[in-house]
Antibody, heavy 116, light 110 residues
């Protein structure tokens, strides 16, 4: 069965770059589907960050587009997220998810706190 | 980013029926259809339905979704204590080329 696991630093300093990796098991990301990142600030709702298609094409939330890069490493079966110039407002649980007909498989999420 | 509109909270009695709504526009819900996700506190969301009314395998038949125009609905019958959760709708917005979420509805089972 398909499983996703997010990993990366739990603490990032303001103005620095947040970098997370999503490792996919049970399915080759090269075979199809979109692979997305979603975040959830403490006590708030879900916010879509962006997705990468198996071909490598990307789509981003317009409000984050200037700061976000999502990429894939098919050799490692991983999807990565980079968010530059972070502030406290970027503190959230970050999830990766497979976006087939919709967001049908989710990782458990990883908490990232932006603080000095 | 334009999001979808959901009521912040709904409360219903045990074993009753709850209907949650999600309103978008012709570029998202009205065009691509909506998906519904359930999230219990401290857990990742779980897909309940997609493309308006399709249920993934393993999802109870007590959950049914539909759409009328730009408004999607999720109906939960025979409410159980474990149905108490946050429910989110989501759709692809073809004008933004982006996925949008509703703000979420907190369902309380009394």
């Amino acid at each position: 069965q398909v499983q996703l696991q997010e990993s990366g630093p739990g603490l990032v300093k303001p103005s620095e770059t947040l970098s997370l990796t999503c490792t996919v098991s049970g399915y080759s990301i090269n075979s199809g589907y979109y692979w997305g990142w979603i975040r959830q600030p403490p006590g708030k709702g879900l916010e879509w960050i962006g997705s990468v298609y198996h071909s490598g094409s990307t789509y981003y939330n317009p409000s984050l587009k200037s700061r976000v890069t999502i990429s894939q490493d098919t050799s490692k079966n991983q999807v990565s997220l980079k968010l530059i110039s972070v502030t406290a407002a970027d503190t959230a649980v970050y999830y990766c998810a497979r976006d087939a007909t919709s967001l049908d498989v989710w990782g458990k999420g990883t908490t990232v706190t932006v603080s000095s | 980013q334009a999001g979808l509109t959901q009521p912040p909270s709904v409360s219903k009695d045990l074993r009753q029926t709850a209907t949650l709504t999600c309103t978008g526009n012709s570029n998202n819900v009205g065009d691509q259809g909506a998906a519904w996700l359930q999230q219990h506190q401290g857990h990742p969301p779980k897909l309940l339905s997609y493309r308006d009314h399709n249920r993934p395998s393993g999802i109870s038949e007590r959950f049914s979704a539909s759409r009328s125009g730009n408004t999607a609905s999720l109906t939960i019958t025979g409410l159980q204590p474990e149905d108490e959760a946050d429910y989110y709708c989501s759709a692809w917005d073809s004008s933004l080329s982006a996925r949008v979420f509703g703000g979420g509805t907190k369902l309380t089972v009394l």
